[in-house]
């Protein structure tokens, strides 16, 4: 339970849709729609994240295969005080912050170095966010708390100026690998946009490295991210009336070297019909074809500071690993 300061020193606010009412009924489920009569299919990465959704992301993070989560998070206990050392003083927003679990690392190193600090965490699911912002609260006595349920886009449009000396925007786990290049472009434009000068931005990504290693981490032994996958359908028939039978259907992750970026599938084990009745839409398969659920580009390090510093985001610092598997580049706005 947290005492009455606690709770003043907590806050969590919604961030208003960027659409109108009328126009988010009107495109309910478009997307699905837009996307499916693509050729080849695909489904937004976005319905991935139910609760059940979530929660087998979280069991992937764990898996030996999966290195991202495990190979960042050394990175942080490794660097995470100099990175403090380098921002000061200074507002924290995170964006995706989920459990925030990596987040500690960073939290504790500010906390030990008696830097004031403020924490943002921004996500599209408001359950998770108020359950890490309250457990976080307890740990932290005296940190502010301002938590935002949103988008990215809600977030980055509506984040208003801070009034502390610095804010230091992070974007961990190479989400934006799942990012198409434009979606890429447009994001770093807008964290240049929102960022003062001398504002800091740590980005966490995925670096290239053997397709044998990245294949590997997509297709674990024990079938996590074949069930996350499949749970893409189970999600969609829910929220839309469908039939998808998950038996139906086989995951598949092949590193595309050419683009330099893994692509996961769901194969249609047979040639079959699905209908989502709440949207009125039917879907046409046939035996073999492939439907894209998502893209997770890995990074070249010199050409994403690059680009980088063409977003007016000038390198400070990276952190690696010793494989050089996985960096965190620390930005600086130079205005
Ligand atoms: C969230 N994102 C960074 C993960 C990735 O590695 O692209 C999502 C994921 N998909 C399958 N495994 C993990």
Known sequence: MLTQLQTEQLRIEYLQPLETKKESKDSWGQDIKEGLTQCPKK???????????????EQICELPEYYPTRTEASILREYAEEIAEITGTCELVELGS????????????????NELFKYMPIDVSAGILRESAIQLKQDYNSLQIQGLVGTYDQALTQLQPTSWPARMIFFLGSSIGNF???????????????SGNGDYF???????????ILEAAYNDSQGVTAAFNLNMLAHLNHKFQGNFDLNHFKHQAIYNEEEKQIEMYLSSEEAQNIYLKSIDFKLELKKEEKILTEISRKFDLEKTKHQLESKQLKPVKVFTDKNKWFALILCQAVK
């Open 43 to 57: 489904i937004p990465s976005k319905y991935f994240y139910d609760d059940p959704g979530s929660q087998l992301f």
């Open 98 to 113: 989920g459990s925030s679990t990596k987040t500690r690392l960073l939290l504790d190193a500010y906390h030990q170095q």
């Open 180 to 194: 198409s290049e434009t979606d890429y472009d447009n994001f770093l434009g807008k964290i240049s946009e929102v």
């Open 202 to 212: 740590l980005l966490g990504i995925d670096l290239q490295k053997p397709k044998s």
